[in-house]
């Protein structure tokens, strides 16, 4: 099962840079600007 991560929307926030990265890795994702979860893990 391939996991998607959300890019959560915010002002001043440079996306285009993270997109640019995540589609590089091929990382599935999608943006939002009203998350219903956040899961922040511990690092």
Excluded: H, W
């Amino acid at each position: 099962m391939k996991q998607q991560v959300a890019i959560i929307s915010s002002v001043g926030s440079n996306l285009a840079s993270l997109k640019f990265a995540l589609d590089r890795l091929d990382v599935n994702y999608c943006e939002t600007e009203d998350p219903q979860k956040l899961l922040i893990p511990a690092m």
